[in-house]
């Protein structure tokens, strides 16, 4: 696993436009089939890097860094820099992006800005929008809600 590691970095390194699909896919599957979330990260970081133009990719990167179950590995201030690189490409005109934003910013502590994210997102979903994302979007919402209502007044 080590070698085919190596072998999926160099890769990486050597084209980056290998893409969210096939790069990211085997590396993801490989380091979580061993269960090395250090390494996940680490990954997650360099592909990144490597692709630093991909809306697309820093999106998927920053919410996989999310996913990571392993506090310590999980890197919040990586997720909010390439989630919010990837709006900046999207020009903010991507309710995916932007809804991967919210969710740094509600993980990173700033709910407030969070809130003002997903109704930035939820404005930008046109009328036949997959009623699936308009629901995450209002989970969210009444997640970052109750948070903002019960947080301390010197936080609000």
Excluded: Y
Excluded at 26 to 42: E, F, Y
Excluded at 90 to 102: E, F, H, I, Q, S
């Amino acid at each position: 696993v080590a070698e085919g590691m190596a072998d999926l970095e160099m890769a990486l390194k050597q084209d980056p436009s290998l893409g969210p699909k096939g790069l990211w896919e085997a590396m993801s599957n490989a380091t979580n089939l061993r269960g090395d979330w250090k390494r996940h990260a680490d990954l997650l970081r360099t592909l990144a890097e490597g692709t630093p133009r991909n809306a697309d990719m820093l999106e998927a990167c920053a919410q996989a860094m999310m996913d990571i179950p392993v506090s310590e590995s999980c890197d919040l201030d990586f997720a909010l820099r390439a989630s919010s690189k990837a709006v900046e490409l999207t020009k903010r005109l991507d309710p995916t992006a932007l809804m991967t934003l919210a969710k740094a910013q509600q993980r990173r502590g700033d709910p407030a800005a969070a809130l003002k994210t997903v109704d930035e997102a939820m404005r930008l979903l046109p009328d036949g929008t997959d009623a699936s994302q308009r629901k995450l979007l209002l989970h969210l919402r009444r997640q970052l809600e109750d948070e903002l209502a019960h947080a301390p007044a010197r936080k609000r």
